[in-house]
């Protein structure tokens, strides 16, 4: 590992100049991806040496468990540490101890704060650097995924949807994309952001950024105020939570592209991103079954499919989830083998693009024609959720994802907000013990239809239907036992019954 440190400097060193131009950036993303990939082993492992070293609560977490590991393999030495997650790492140690010197930075550092969608939030720690580096990096991709090519690009405005405040994704897209242009943090305001549109005009580039359920409720809103989206020209880029390929169709009649992002507060904002290729890389699973079972190994779950650099991160499948290594050395406080507990995997370029060439599938020309700019040659990472956000029904794990989607093309989805899934006790009949059904809690936006037992009907099906074409196991239970097919829809006007904190919380709720 030694031998590798003056390597991966120089490696480092050619990166960062890498971010400092549109031109150098694709170019170091065409040319080097896979030279990348070699030393993202080496990173990890240098990575948690410096960790064991600088940073207490770490060393303490590692000896407690026998100490770092004398396998010679780089990778099995890597799956040889302990992993980490908010129960056995987090929660276990002071915040101070958590970083290098084992004290909290007091100059040009951040706390940052999670949304608290586990239970309770947390406070996190990132330095001046590492700050840095994220907005450099956020920024350039950003310019990469929505720069047109011509020589009069027009100006770049974003509006910021994403909750403001300590929270770590809304104050850091401010910071990356005020590089670009001209940013207006509204928070998940329509009236506002529509205003600044208002006075701002069409003629711009717009990027709107926020939680997926946030752009929909832009074009709801724009749509009840008479204002006409079609002159002004929309990206949109959302993270938090996955989305469906229906309602990015939706958001695409409106929006030019809209590109999602993946990370998490605990462990990194910006793991991954979706590019022009693993957009048409998911499309593809959605629409061709044989093909999602050759990626994903089920089609259960349409999962969200993104790209990552591997020289920044190492990661890992356990157990069906994901384990990240942050391997940049700027970091206050290191994140070694860390479980968020969302199930996923990875998938090298080459066995994406090998996959779909033998099922006769060409997603490299769908991307070229998207954005056009050959797609980066970068490994691709699909997360299906957090592990435990289902709910388990007659041995079947019904998934939020699948809701959405049923929902999402029914021909009543302009009607519907947000959506919610319990179980509930119902009366299984005189003389039975009272018996549990999955509910599917639905937001109507217009009151008119919150009592319409016709729509309710129309929604049981569509749900029904929906998991029915996408699990196995759920149509086992129905197989087994017709009552696994009762699946009950309750509709509620909106901002009550489980919808009543959506106004004031962060990020939805999906399971009540």
Known sequence: MLAVRPVLSVARTGKRASRTSLRRYRSAARHGARVTSRFSAPSAALAALRAVRQVPAYAAFVA???????????????????ITDKRNYIDRYPIDERCRGGLVPFGAAELDESSGSSGKPYTWVRGEAELLEIHRTMAILAQHLLDDGGPHRRPLVTLNGFSMGAWATGTNVSA?????????????????????????????????????????????????QNFDLAPYTMYGVVGGEGMSEALRDRLERTFSCVYSAYGASDLDIGVAAETPLSIEVRRMAALHPELAIELFGTTTRLPMVFQYDPSDYYVETVSGELVVTVSRPALVSPRIRYNVHDAGGTLTYDDVVATCK???????????????????ELPFLYVHGRADSTISFMGANIYPEDVEQALGESPDADLLGAYALSLIDVDAGEGSADAVRPCVHVEVLDSRFSGD????????????????????????????????????????TEGTGPFVANATRIKRRYIV
């Open 453 to 492: 037992d016709e729509l309710r009907d129309r929604l049981v099906c569509a749900v029904r239907e929906r998991l029915l074409a996408n699990s196995a196991d759920y149509r086992s239970a129905v197989n087994e036992d017709r009552a696994a097919a009762d699946i009950r829809v309750f509709l509620h």
């Open 64 to 82: 407690e468990r026998g100490g770092l590991p004398r396998d010679t393999d780089l990778h099995r030495w890597i799956a040889a540490l302990p």
């Open 358 to 376: 033998r099922l006769g599938l060409d997603p490299l020309s769908a991307a070229y024609a998207r954005h056009p700019f050959r797609p980066f």
């Open 176 to 224: 990356s994309l005020k590089r670009l242009g001209v940013v207006k943090s509204t928070g998940p305001d329509t009236e506002k952001m529509l205003s600044a549109m208002q006075l701002l005009g069409p003629g711009r580039i717009y990027v709107i950024a926020g939680y997926p359920p946030f752009l929909r409720r832009l074009l709801d809103a724009a749509r009840e």
